[in-house]
């Protein structure tokens, strides 16, 4: 086995690596994240949240419970949707004006960037958007645990840390091994008390992540199971249980269970193959409008499959369809546009706006948006190159 793995590796003239934290996954694994932080040597933890969260149980429980167990937890709550470098700058001060030794964010995709921005100034020192691009963390940053409250950022398991550019308006994607977390805590029962619309964004998200790790140009064995599988488990989800089920029982059980584990296996994914058009051309909005991440992608996604779907291996589409639930005919051309067509209804069935235009963009901004969008790191590993008259299009026919 494992020398025909080495076989199809050299064949294709690469090796594969694959980095992810430990995981812990389960109705009732919150009180594991204290545990897993005073292993990692917590004595003063910075707890990561925001203040919506401080409105539900779950930073309180994890604070009581690293309370009991000796240690002495400070919170930092002013973590804002697509949090600002700034603010990153403000949480590292905490972290060295009381003490810290261990972070512990408990919150959805924007707590968990905000807190692995936290930990990279902390170590590395300097501005958290000098590490912009790949590889550029040179030290060891402090433990990090991760409590993701939603299924849909993958930022529990991921190298990836996104933060805003408010200058630039534009999002900024660090790359590096060292923010894979080094614990993720995946309690399904926290994601009962996401909202509705928050709830809908994440889901298209994690399915874009899915599908644009299972596109890029850096996929491969490692990555491909994982990205398929959350595309299956995602678009099953959407199809059996809607949105419902928020209470935790019945169908909503297994609905919570089965879209954290799409989450995961998305962020298992795209952590390791990156991602594509979509993202790279999701950051310059969600900068330059605070618009929900997910709901970009929602709108972008069907646009993008169709452009890549001319330079996609026919069978691998096929697989993709099949996993999308989408019935697999003869024609390479057919099958791309049915996928398409899922992706669009399945983002419009949970109530994802069908144009860019209602989230406030405008045909003016598209030629500056595509700039940023063709310079985005997630460009790189997109399977059709495309050029900025491409992204200008995409953009128009998104809106
Ligand atoms: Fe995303």
């Known amino acids: 086995m ?8 050299s064949a294709e003239g690469r090796v594969a690596k694959f980095h992810a934290p430990e995981i812990l996954f389960g109705f009732g694994a919150l009180p594991e994240a204290a545990t897993a932080a005073m292993g990692l040597g917590a004595r003063r933890p910075l707890v990561v949240t925001d203040p919506w969260l401080e409105l539900t149980p779950w930073p309180g429980t994890v604070v009581d419970e690293l309370t009991s167990r000796g240690a002495e937890p400070v919170v930092w709550s002013d973590v ?3 949090p600002r470098a700034s603010q990153i700058l403000e949480g590292a001060q905490t972290y060295h004006s009381s003490g810290c030794d261990v972070i512990v964010a408990v919150g959805g995709g924007s707590v968990i960037d905000a807190a692995k921005g936290v930990a990279l100034v902390v170590s590395n020192g300097g501005h958290v958007l000098e590490y912009e691009g790949v590889d550029r963390v040179r030290l060891p940053l402090p433990p990090v645990v991760a409590v993701p ?13 996104v933060v805003n550019d408010s200058d630039r308006l534009t999002k ?24 509705e619309d928050v709830r809908a964004a994440t889901a298209v998200d994690v399915l874009s992540h899915g599908v644009e790790a299972y596109f890029s140009r850096a996929a491969g064995p490692l990555t491909d199971s994982h990205a398929l599988r959350s595309v299956e488990l995602c678009a099953r989800s959407l199809d059996r249980f809607g949105l419902g089920g928020s209470n935790g029982g019945g169908h909503g059980r297994d609905r919570l269970e089965s879209m954290a584990l799409a989450s995961l296996e998305a962020g298992m994914a795209f952590s390791n193959a990156v991602l594509g058009a979509v993202h790279a051309m999701s950051h310059p909005v969600g900068g330059r409008y605070d618009a929900s991440h997910g709901q970009i992608n929602g709108i972008l ?5 169709r452009h890549n779907g001319a330079v996609m291996d026919p069978d691998r589409m096929a697989d993709l369809a099949r996993a999308a639930g989408v019935a697999v005919g003869s024609r390479a051309g057919q099958v791309t546009d049915r996928v398409a067509d899922r992706f669009r209804d399945l983002a419009e069935s949970v109530g994802i706006p069908t144009g860019l235009t209602h989230l406030g963009v405008r045909g003016e901004d598209i030629p500056t948006l595509a700039a940023h969008a063709l310079r985005d790191l997630c460009m790189a590993t997109n399977p059709r190159p495309v050029t900025l008259e491409d992204v200008e299009r995409l953009y128009r026919e998104a809106s």
């Open 2 to 9: 494992a020398r025909a793995y080495r076989e199809v590796m």
């Open 80 to 82: 804002r949707p697509n």
């Open 149 to 161: 409250t939603t299924a849909g950022s993958g930022a529990d398991v991921s190298q990836f840390c």
């Open 172 to 195: 900024v994607t660090i790359v590096s091994r060292s923010l894979v977390p080094d614990v993720t805590v995946i309690d399904p029962g926290t994601h009962a008390t996401v909202p």
């Open 301 to 305: 996604l069907s646009h993008v499959v």
